[in-house]
């Protein structure tokens, strides 16, 4: 089974997958899954496949992972997309976000396609994961409930180090501008916009919400970018920063941006409000049978198509390191792989 998944992980890495450029690793996996006796659905760069014993009567995990990838860290001292095999490492863009945890899954996905578990399986290899798209897990799901396949919960394979990421923050980026009035600023005239939107940074320095997550603890807010003036001799009229808010379950994502936007007064615009804060229940059974097998649950910091999934209970682990992610030269072990497997099909056998 590992050899399999591994010579599988090789051709993904040799096939570049750029966040929506994904369609030659799509083909890739549906030809694979085909060469393997499953019959693939695609749907845009998403490919997905449903187990051959499906029965209404049990609930549906999906498994789920990513295909696309960054764009390769400039401090590469190898090929990107040549997997290379070394002391038990596998090197290559992808190869441990998500390339490991994807074809974990799959290799899953194949050995349970026709054994008689308690769950239907759906495998979901999605795109755009890493831009948050919204032709990668958001159509897919909408595309399932269409056609009265929505998940019951789900696994969502990224590099955990097999850690059952029970929860993850959710991510909203506001767009806020301070205004005021130019003028010369040697006689100093107008309203310097940069003074408002100091004075509201630091309202949002001390800014309390009243509700606090008992998982994912307070929100936090960063500003991240600040712009204004056009030469040193005009008092600017405008000044416009960027607010990074790394949101929690206690408060939808809108609630947020409107608690944000009443404490100040410039103007405050979220790009969007998609990514929301989840969490699973550690009673949850998928959740307590991965615990009980050696799962170490945490809080995880990173985002993952998990925050698309909406109110689909979903445990986040897979094999790899999160820190070896979008970094130069990443890799994965080869073990990681196998024991990734193993946990996977272990878990679902117990459900």
């Given amino acids: 089974m590992t050899a ?14 750029l966040s929506r450029q994904e369609n030659a690793t799509a083909d ?21 496949a449903i187990s051959q014993n499906f029965d209404r009567s049990k609930p549906i995990l999906m498994l789920n ?11 590469y001292t190898i090929d990107p997309f040549s997997p290379l095999h070394r002391d038990g490492r596998i090197y290559g863009l992808g190869s441990n976000d998500a390339g490991a945890s994807l074809v974990s899954l799959v290799e899953t996905f194949l050995t349970l396609n026709s054994a008689d578990t308690g769950v239907n399986l759906i495998l979901a290899a999605t795109a755009e994961e890493e831009v948050s798209g919204k032709s990668g897990i958001e159509m897919l799901l909408a595309h399932l409930r269409d056609r009265d ?14 850690r059952a990421a029970t929860a993850e923050r959710g991510l909203m980026v506001l767009d806020c501008t301070a205004h005021g009035k ?42 991240t970018q600040i712009e204004a003036g056009t030469q040193h001799n005009v008092i600017p009229d405008r ?27 410039s103007e405050c615009v979220p790009r969007s409000t998609r990514l929301n804060a989840s969490a699973i229940s550690e009673d949850h059974p998928l959740a307590a049978a991965a ?43 080869e073990h990681e792989i196998s024991d990734a497997i193993k946990f996977y099909q272990t878990l679902i056998s117990t459900l």
């Fill in 149 to 162: 396949l929505m998940p019951d919960m789900a696994i969502v394979g990224e590099p955990t180090s097999l």
């Fill in 65 to 75: 992972s990513h295909h696309d990838t960054v764009r390769p860290a400039s401090g």
């Fill in 291 to 333: 615990i009980r097998l050696g799962a170490v649950p945490f809080v995880s910091p990173t985002l993952s198509d998990r925050a698309l999934m909406r109110d689909i209970p979903a445990l986040k682990i897979g094999p790899g390191d999160s820190a070896r992610s979008h970094t130069a030269d990443e890799f994965v072990f």
């Fill in 239 to 265: 000044c416009s920063f960027v607010i990074d808010v790394r949101t929690t379950d206690a408060y939808t994502n809108p609630e947020i941006a409107s608690l944000i936007a009443q404490a100040i007064n």
């Fill in 182 to 223: 130019s003028g010369h600023a040697a006689r100093g005239e107008g309203i310097n916009a940069i003074y408002s939107a100091i004075a509201d940074i630091e309202r949002l320095r001390g800014l309390k919400f009243d509700k606090t997550s008992a998982v994912l603890g307070d929100i936090k807010i960063s500003v």
């Fill in 28 to 48: 890739l996996l549906e030809g694979f899954l085909r060469d393997n006796g499953v019959s693939p659905s695609r749907l845009k760069n998403n490919v997905w």
């Fill in 4 to 17: 399999r998944a591994i010579d599988l992980l090789d051709r993904l890495i040799a096939t570049p997958s």
